[in-house]
């Protein structure tokens, strides 16, 4: 239950993040219209597209994974709130069969942690970055989100992952949760999590999807157990 929450608190808050932002644009550029200057709403509209955390020739969001590509347009969204530029990248063809509330915990906490490392007032203007992909290689699901913050200590790698531990001053929803949740969550599903330091700090999470047989038998077996 505790995941859960989390999770929804996770991408609530990121949701709210962009609800406020694109009211406030879409506020001004009524404001601009009406005052006649259609070319300032046009140049402030197009400044959003550039802005929302992925390249205007990216590819489109995935329909395969929707909860992923929604998550991530929030997390842009909220990171920029923030002073982080954060890029991302969904390249996922066919659904994963893993659950929305696991992705979300997994790629929600790991953006949550990122961001949070490199949104500091002492962070260089330089590291306030985060870039974020999920893709299908072979038969697992990778979630990748790196960032230019230091990173833990070598002392402090594997004490991330501990329920409870962390750096960062206590929130409403307690503290050393989010990463301690990415470990469980991706065990859970059979899969791993692994953290690579060099130029940035880099999570990896690797978790094996269903095959689409599995799914429709799945499917076929919740049927049944309705029909009887």
Avoid: C, Y
Wanted: glycine share 10%; no cysteine; hydrophobic share 40%.
């Amino acid at each position: 239950m505790n995941r859960e929450l989390e999770s929804t608190r996770s991408l609530t808050d990121a949701l709210r993040s962009q609800t406020h932002e694109h009211a406030n644009r879409l506020h001004t550029v009524l404001s601009l219209l009406e005052l006649g200057r259609a070319d300032q709403a046009r140049e402030l509209l197009t400044d959003g597209l550039h802005t929302v955390g992925t390249p205007l020739h990216a590819p489109a969001a995935s329909d395969a994974e929707p909860a992923v590509s929604a998550l991530l347009l929030a997390k842009a969204a909220q990171a920029r709130e923030r002073g982080v530029r954060m890029e991302h990248r969904v390249e996922i063809d066919a659904p994963t069969g893993i659950s929305p509330g696991d992705l979300v915990t997994l790629l929600g906490n790991l953006l949550d942690n990122a961001i949070d490392a490199v949104a500091g007032p002492d962070v260089p203007d330089g590291d306030r970055w985060v870039d974020a992909e999920a893709r299908v290689d072979g038969d697992w699901l990778v979630l990748q989100v790196a960032d230019g913050g230091p990173g833990p200590s070598p002392a402090d790698r594997e004490r991330i992952f501990d329920l409870g531990w962390s750096t960062k001053p206590a929130g409403p929803a307690g503290r050393g949760m989010g990463l301690a949740l990415v470990r469980q969550t991706a065990r859970q599903l059979g899969g791993r999590v692994e953290l690579v330091q060099d130029s940035g700090t880099v999570f990896t999470v690797e978790v094996p999807i269903r095959s689409t047989a599995a799914l429709d038998v799945g499917r076929s077996a919740s049927g049944s157990d309705d029909d009887a």
